[in-house]
């Protein structure tokens, strides 16, 4: 199955709610930084309490694709995150794992500062501990405990979109760990503190 069309079922979750509020305070912020970094922040629409996040997502080994609302009405839908889960599943071993909707949240609010309306080709999503040790022993850039193995990673790129403008939105985000691969153009990012290279 290539597409999928999420039902609506939602997971009761007060905490979600305050950290959407706080991601909010948080847009204020970065918008106001792009903003005189020169992006177009006119069309982001970042300035205001979502009641629902969409995401649209390309797994570019499997060619899933994915589009469908994860959060709505203060939380996040069971059924949403399951597809997501499935569509980052590790296309080696076709093992899956919970994504971290906090990862999904970065996605979304990066999509806003951009403005772009087009979907994520996702690199790399979940990685099974048999995968990455694999990936270790053939490239020296992957990580022992990656936050690929624990669902709270993603490798991107946008159709049309330069990855240096991904980073330097991911960047003002803040809200994770930022990876520029400008060699093999890709931006990774993750949930873990915030960090870049």
Do not use: C
């Amino acid at each position: 199955m290539n597409e999928f069309t999420s039902k609506n079922v939602i997971i009761d979750d007060e905490d979600s709610l305050v950290s959407s509020r706080r991601r909010f305070l948080k847009n204020i912020a970065y918008g106001s930084l792009l903003a005189f970094g020169g992006t177009n922040m006119a069309n982001a629409g970042i300035l205001h309490f979502p009641s629902f996040k969409s995401l649209a997502l390309e797994n570019m080994h499997t060619g899933d694709k994915l589009k469908l609302t994860y959060f709505e009405a203060g939380s996040y839908i069971k059924d949403a995150l399951q597809e997501i889960s499935y569509l980052f599943r590790d296309y080696h071993t076709g093992d899956t794992h919970p994504i971290d909707p906090a990862l999904l949240d970065q996605l979304y609010d990066l999509k806003l500062i951009l403005g772009v309306r087009k979907p994520f080709h996702l690199i790399s999503g979940y990685r099974s501990p048999v995968t990455n040790a694999r990936l270790r022993r053939e490239s020296h850039g992957v990580a022992k405990n990656s936050f690929h193995m624990q669902g709270r990673a993603i490798d991107i790129q946008i159709a049309g979109v330069e990855t240096k403008r991904i980073r330097n939105a991911a960047i003002a985000m803040k809200s994770g760990g930022v990876g520029y691969y400008p060699r093999t153009d890709f931006v990774h990012l993750d949930t873990g503190n915030f960090r870049t290279w």
